[in-house]
């Protein structure tokens, strides 16, 4: 182990100052719910799930049916509530209040919105015992256990982003980067510690800043991308460093400059170097072709897919790589392609491989689900198929309709900026109607 050595200069001046954050655990209230839920639709007459959701359904308005999910998707959704996973949002107490002919707090038991949106749908982001030994540990000697501890902390905030928004996530997000700098400016450790707490300052930064540029606050987050960079360089952690300069790259990709973007992609696949495992290097390669299919690079689209494809063929054990490529895999390079393709605008590639991916994608990541079903829809458009992209952007409409992401509702502009082309379409012509009024 190496001597004790302080914190140094890792408080940006993005981070908001720390409020004190109420909690609620609304764990066994959805579980008490859910089962309520679920005793109702199996009371006479009984009513299997799929019956269930096209009931619902038809107790939506004509002005909010656009925005409710279809019927295989709600299907699962009650899956979900009935087990006690998440609460039903407003739009679809209201359906199965009207359904049922009974009031809301007979049904849910809770007021609207009593609860925020964290708590309401997701609880991985409960306080426990850390923040209480931070305090007690202000100023004096931290070790491995608390770097454990912070390591399982940014985890869940990564499996909280799955599901949920940047809008829903900011607060917590920044919150527990803050509480990594503080541990690190604060307290004294080994020089082993010192290294690790980097590490870990640098994760929290590349999902606080990968939460921040979903909110559509990009500026945070390039600045927050920026601070996990020195830590991680600072820890000598190449892999990380790629990750972090990665993801500034796929936001100025979306946002700035194509070519600046692919200049920044081309540097994290350097960062990450040839020792790199598998996952690490296909991912650096997938940036850099997004990269390259924005500034319309076909022919650096085309190698870097394959050199992504090749990187993730080589296997290797998941165990030797970091916790945050978790969701590096086959399918979503596939979605990368797919993308890609779509982005070059040559759909004939692109709408099998989405249509492909789309048939088995978890339905609970909704954000991603939408922001999908956005390319597929530009890809039928471009495909000449205006019906077809109507209902793919449709129910890309309805996911996204209670999702707290500036990239999905950009994506929806997009969508129905792309589909006036054909407003003559009835079909089309009738979602931009519906989506005008909404």
Same mark, same amino acid.
């Given at each position: ?13 993005p ?16 579980k ?5 839920l ?13 019956e ?74 409960a ?6 030994r ?17 390591s ?24 527990e ?22 590490t ?28 996990g ?16 300069i ?15 973007? #692919? !200049?920044l992609?081309?540097?994290? =696949?350097?960062? $990450?170097?040839? %020792? &790199?495992?598998?996952?690490?290097? *296909?991912? @650096? ?7 390259a ?68 994608y ?6 991603? #689900? !939408?922001?999908?079903?956005?390319? =597929?829809a530009? $890809?039928?458009? %471009? &495909?000449?198929?205006?019906?077809? *992209?109507? @209902? ?31 407003a003559?379409?009835?079909a ?11």
């Amino acid at each position: 182990m190496g001597e004790d050595r302080g914190g140094s200069r890792f408080l940006p001046d993005p981070l908001p100052p720390r409020r004190r954050e109420v909690r609620h655990d609304m764990s066994a209230e959805k579980k008490i719910i859910g089962a309520r839920l679920r005793e109702v639709r199996e009371s006479s007459p009984y009513w299997t799930r799929g019956e269930m959701a096209r009931l619902l359904r038809d107790k939506a308005t004509p002005q909010e049916l656009p925005h409710i999910a279809h019927v295989k998707d709600l299907t699962d959704m009650i899956k979900q509530w009935e087990a006690g996973k998440w609460i039903p949002r407003p739009r679809y107490r209201a359906l199965y209040c009207r359904l049922l002919g009974k009031p809301e707090a007979e049904l849910f038991g809770v007021e609207s919105d009593a609860a925020p949106s964290l708590g309401s749908d997701f609880d991985l982001l409960a306080q426990g015992d850390l923040p209480a030994r931070i305090d007690a540990i202000s100023g004096g000697r931290v070790g491995s256990g608390v770097v454990a501890d912070l390591s399982a902390r940014v985890h869940g905030l990564r499996l909280a982003d799955d599901v949920l928004a940047g809008g829903d996530l900011l607060a917590p997000a920044f919150r527990e980067l803050r509480t990594a700098v503080r541990v690190y400016e604060e307290s004294t450790y080994t020089e082993d510690v010192g290294r690790e707490l980097l590490t870990v300052i640098g994760e929290f930064a590349q999902i606080a800043g990968w939460i921040a540029s979903d909110a559509g606050q990009h500026r945070r987050a390039a600045d927050t991308y920026r601070l996990g960079i020195d830590a991680a360089r600072e820890a000598g952690d190449g892999t990380l460093v790629s990750n972090l300069i990665g993801s500034l790259a796929y936001q100025t990709s979306n946002v700035r400059d194509a070519r600046e973007a #692919l !200049a920044l992609a081309c540097e994290a =696949l350097d960062a $990450a170097g040839p %020792d &790199a495992t598998p996952r690490a290097r *296909a991912l @650096a390669w997938d940036r850099v072709a997004w990269a390259a299919a924005r500034a319309q690079d076909a022919q650096t689209t085309t190698r870097a897919l394959g050199e992504a494809r090749m990187a993730l063929d080589e296997g290797g054990t998941v165990e030797g790589d970091p916790a945050y490529l978790y969701w590096v895999d086959a399918g979503e390079l596939q979605i990368m392609e797919a993308r890609a393709y779509t982005e070059l605008r040559r759909p004939l590639r692109a709408v099998p491989l989405l249509v492909d991916v789309l048939g088995r994608y978890d339905t609970t990541h909704t954000r991603e #689900l !939408a922001l999908y079903l956005s390319w =597929l829809a530009i $890809a039928l458009a %471009d &495909a000449n198929e205006p019906e077809q *992209a109507a @209902a793919a952007a449709s129910r890309m409409l309805e996911l996204s309709a209670d999702v707290a992401s500036e990239r999905t509702a950009k994506r929806a502009n997009v969508v129905l900026n792309r589909l006036r082309h054909f407003a003559d379409v009835p079909a089309v012509r009738a979602l931009l109607d519906n989506a005008q009024d909404a």
